[in-house]
């Protein structure tokens, strides 16, 4: 039974199932950033555990095929070395998870932080959409908001 489970599980199946798997922490942040729900599985520990499953899972099949972890350092030597480990499946689903599970975290923060300063819902909605897309930017709208709400510029909090 394992070893069916085992074969079901490529780099493909996985890639589509943590792309499925985050969508309804996702919907919770932003239909639903104020509930109890959404307090317990989205802005908690659950949904990291389950997407660090899926990178440890992804980390023993590189190991088992042998693959050379020591050479992942180059990526910071040039642009042409980032773009050659990108050419690796398993490196850019390890990539992919690690993107997809910081995204949901500051998706997770932002939903919880804007209930210290009492912002609307559907105003947060806007934020969070952008940083399921593109995280940082998300951040940095979350950031202006914020600043109008709490009447105030905080560089650290």
Do not use: C
Request: aromatic share 22%.
């Amino acid at each position: 039974m394992f070893e069916q489970i085992y074969a079901y599980f490529v780099i493909e199946t996985l890639y589509m199932w943590v792309n499925i798997g985050v969508l309804p922490f996702w919907f919770m942040l932003i239909f639903f950033p104020q509930s109890h729900l959404s307090r317990i599985f989205v802005a908690s520990i659950f949904p990291m555990l389950i997407l660090s499953g899926a990178y440890i899972f992804v980390l023993y099949k590189s190991y088992l095929i042998g693959y050379n972890f020591i050479g992942n350092f180059s990526l910071y030597l040039s642009l042409d070395e980032l773009s050659r480990l990108f050419e690796d499946h398993l490196y850019l689903m390890l990539f992919w998870i690690h993107f997809i599970a910081i995204n949901l975290f500051i998706g997770g923060w932002i939903a919880k932080d804007s209930q210290k300063f009492n912002i609307n819902k559907i105003i947060i909605s806007i934020p969070l959409i952008i940083t399921y897309l593109i995280g940082p930017i998300g951040l940095i709208v979350y950031w202006v908001i914020r600043i109008f709400y709490a009447k105030r510029i905080s560089l650290y909090e």
